[in-house]
């Protein structure tokens, strides 16, 4: 109690009843309680909803670091698979060009385009695509292998097998 508030005690008492000890002030000041804090967050109730933003945005991040690696594992197995194509299609045309891959560079065909709905290779296109690039450019294709003539030894037979072995060499003796 402050000395105004026991003065303001003292007047409202009636003379007759006995008068409480005056209560001393001690000689250092009592310190105040602390104030109560929320178990909140200190942050002001406005800037609450940046902790689960910023929650969102990391999970955000992790979700376009996942898609980004999806997509480059995609597009990787993408570029493994037009190469296959495109070798099987060579592979269909192999006897007809020198270089099956002329079919791409210089003729500007789409390993693409001579593939079905279903994945399937139309062996047909390829061949025909390969025989009009063959009909502008005669000598892309691949030159036709000639059997050596074997001077001389036309008519004449193979020789067969030898009735005399060499056990029949050493025992004549």
Known sequence: MTETATAATEAATPADTPA?????????????????EPAAPTQPAA????DTTESHNAEAARWRTKLRAAEAERDALA???????RREC??????????????WDLGGADHAAFYGEDGSLDAGAVRAAAEALIAQRPRLARPEVHTPNL????????PGPSAAGW???IKGR
């Open 47 to 50: 800037e609450a909803p940046d």
């Open 151 to 158: 001077w001389g030894q036309n008519g004449a037979t193979p």
């Open 90 to 103: 060579e592979a269909a045309i192999a006897n007809l060009l020198e270089v099956p891959a002329d079919l």
């Open 20 to 36: 409480a000890p005056t209560p001393t002030l001690p000689a250092e000041p009592l310190s105040q309680p602390a104030p109560r």
């Open 167 to 169: 056990d029949t060499v």
């Open 79 to 85: 570029e493994r698979l037009a190469g296959y194509q």
